[in-house]
């Protein structure tokens, strides 16, 4: 049987100013959610990455930006811990760990 996993939501950029900044803002999310997936025992939840996807919502539309935050923020509330990384401070682009490392916002 396989190992349960920790459910975690991952919180990092998404928009950017750029297609190319937000293309590297997904690539980034993605490496996030592989490093949570392989190093860390986590079962990682990010909507942001998930309902942005062609076919789910538009993220430029606000009734549809604004349906995938609540699900999101509604499946959060399952979870055991967020990684919140606006800064980019636990992780560099390229998914690697920084010398700060760290896993934040824990909860209960």
Known sequence: MAKKLRLVVIESPFAGNTKEETQRNITYGRRCLNDCLHNHGDNPY??????????????????????????????????????????????RRDGKRNKKGGREGKKG
């Open 46 to 91: 990010a909507s942001h990455l998930f309902f942005t996807q062609e076919g789910v919502l538009n993220d430029k539309i606000p009734e549809e930006r604004y349906l995938g935050m609540e699900a999101g923020f509604q499946w959060g509330g399952l979870c055991r811990s967020n990684h919140c990384l606006p800064g980019l401070r636990n992780f």
